[in-house]
């Protein structure tokens, strides 16, 4: 008798159900129609040091991993973001891109995600693709203005112990043609600084050239 009442009121007010299964799926069809798509480009970038080739460096793994936590932060930063708008000429301001781009770092790994969405899927890729070439280019530019100050500091210092090789060497010269006797314990000590000069100025160039 239970099951019996059950299938009555079930049928009393199947209309009820399938009325409210039907206005269910015109609403969430109508907001599908009316809503703006909204698109999503993602891009995976690798960050690694030099020494981060060798798998089994794992102190090089962990260097890079911080590293691109450290870059997670600046990609999405509005020097990056000032970059991508001027060169992709956009109108949009940096807050504006900020609300655009997702960066994460994936755990235990040395790989960054860039996510861009946006309501044109043309212009959501433009902004992925732009994003790590503008920051190559900022941190390269850094960089090449960090080692351009290093280079220009040790050329100073090599000119500096090529002045004092040349000037020891002049005095060496003169002691000399003063004879053994005049010369004495000066000749050997200014000999011996002419050698610490020419091996202070061949570990500067060896410095230059990593450098280079």
């Known amino acids: 008798m239970e099951l019996r009442e059950y299938y ?26 009316w809503m703006t798509p909204v698109y999503q480009a993602s891009v995976t970038l690798r960050i690694s040091t030099p020494n981060s080739q060798n798998l089994n460096d794992y102190s090089a793994l962990l260097a ?79 960089q090449a203005a960090r080692y351009a100050d290093l280079k220009a500091s040790l050329n100073a210092k090599m000119e500096e112990q090529e002045a004092e090789i040349a000037r020891l060497q002049r005095l060496i010269t003169a002691r000399q043609a003063q004879g053994a006797e005049e010369a004495g314990t000066d000749l050997a000590l200014m000999q011996s ?15 230059y050239g990593q450098v280079e």
């Open 64 to 142: 890079s991993q911080r590293l691109a936590q450290t870059y997670a932060q600046l990609l999405a930063e509005q020097p990056v973001l000032d970059g991508v708008a001027r060169n992709l000429g956009l109108p949009a301001s940096t807050s504006d891109l900020q609300g655009h781009v997702s960066v994460q770092s994936v755990r235990d790994t040395d790989l960054l995600h860039v996510d861009v969405e946006h309501t044109n899927p043309a212009l959501a890729q433009a902004i992925a693709n732009e994003i790590p070439k503008v920051f190559l280019a900022q941190d390269q530019a850094l």
């Open 8 to 33: 009555r009121i079930a049928r009393r007010w199947a209309w009820l159900v399938a009325l409210g299964a039907l206005l269910a799926g015109t609403a969430a069809y109508a907001a599908s129609t």
């Open 193 to 207: 600084d002419l050698e610490q000069a020419r091996a202070n100025l061949t570990a500067l160039m060896q410095n």
